[in-house]
């Protein structure tokens, strides 16, 4: 289990109330899992802005998955989106638990764009 960073609570309220940490972690499984999909060069570029992405997304969008988001951070300037699957821990959990990356994926600005007309973000980040 690798800490990747902590997010701030307050903005993560409009996925689930009673979120019990603000530590995110990765898990080595995750770890290995984003590495076969999306393969070694991908998570060698991206996971140095794990924490980034987290701490300061754009936009966060509802998972069809309960307490999970979608958090979405354009990379530099003209770049992919990088998303991240973050399943957060809420009152009812293993206090133990910690808040926890599922995946890692880049979208092509045309799919960003495409995910931002059909989806609506429950959180904006204001100075965009």
């Known amino acids: 289990m690798q800490t990747v960073g902590k997010i ?12 019990l940490t603000d530590e995110v972690i990765i898990t080595p499984e995750r ?4 590495k076969e999909r999306r393969g070694e060069e991908f998570y060698q ?3 140095q802005y794990f924490s980034m992405i987290l701490s300061d997304p754009d936009y966060i969008f509802r998972d069809d998955r ?3 988001a979608i958090v979405c951070k354009v990379i530099g300037e003209g770049e992919s989106a990088i998303n991240l699957i973050l399943r957060l ?11 926890s990356i599922l995946t890692a994926v880049r979208e092509n600005n045309k799919r960003f764009a495409q995910r931002l007309r059909n989806n609506t973000p429950v959180y904006k980040k204001i100075d965009m």
């Open 8 to 19: 701030d609570i307050k903005k993560y309220r409009c996925i689930a109330e009673a979120i």
């Open 31 to 34: 770890i290995a899992y984003i």
């Open 45 to 47: 570029k991206y996971a």
């Open 66 to 68: 309960i307490n999970t």
């Open 89 to 99: 821990v809420v009152e009812g959990d293993d206090p133990s638990y910690k808040n």
